[in-house]
């Protein structure tokens, strides 16, 4: 037996936790493949995906802040972006006050992207759900409530807090 989290007191058998992360893991990996599929078809890299969320969560970036959340050089971040702005999913502004700053923005293709991706995620979500009986929901209901806890235990209130751009995009929520 192994107590799992200091102050929480619990105790359960390594194999237990070992199905649990691999579990875990093996479902992420599984709805990141899944929900991607369709626009790399559309020429939408993973890339492109990861700069689209890095974007909508941080707002306009300047190409040097850009380059450093993707740990990537400025030149390389540039070639990024001029792939994306080709097929309309970011676009380049400067900034009134400093011609010299170039900011990256979503554009309207960028959030069709995003769109359609959280759409395929939330659809398959559904459906996987759907082979569940209410009890099995209850119990993962149930399961998520502990998890966000011990999230919010572990890393702070705020960790699980402004991330509302990975939910749907609705009418009222830009």
């Known amino acids: 037996m192994r ?61 040097s802040h850009l380059a450093d959340l993707l740990d990537v050089s400025l030149s390389n971040a540039t070639g990024i972006v001029d792939r994306m702005e080709e097929r309309g999913l970011v676009e380049r502004v400067r900034v009134p006050d400093d011609r010299r700053v170039v900011l990256v923005r979503i554009a309207a293709g960028g959030l069709q992207a995003l769109d359609e991706m959280e759409a395929v995620k939330q659809d398959r979500l559904l459906s996987i759900l759907g082979h569940l009986d209410e009890a099995q929901l209850e119990g993962v209901a149930t399961a998520l409530e502990a998890i966000r806890a011990a999230v919010v235990a572990e890393l702070g209130p705020d960790y699980l807090s402004g991330h509302e751009h990975h939910l749907p995009r609705t009418e009222g929520r830009d």
């Open 3 to 63: 107590t799992i989290g200091a102050d929480a007191g619990a105790q359960t058998d390594e194999s237990t936790l070992g199905r649990v992360t691999a579990g875990i893991h093996d479902m992420i990996a599984g709805f990141r493949c899944a929900g991607t599929g369709r626009l790399v078809k559309a020429g939408v890299s993973m890339t492109h995906m990861h700069v689209l969320w890095l974007l909508e969560h941080h707002g306009d970036l300047p190409m």
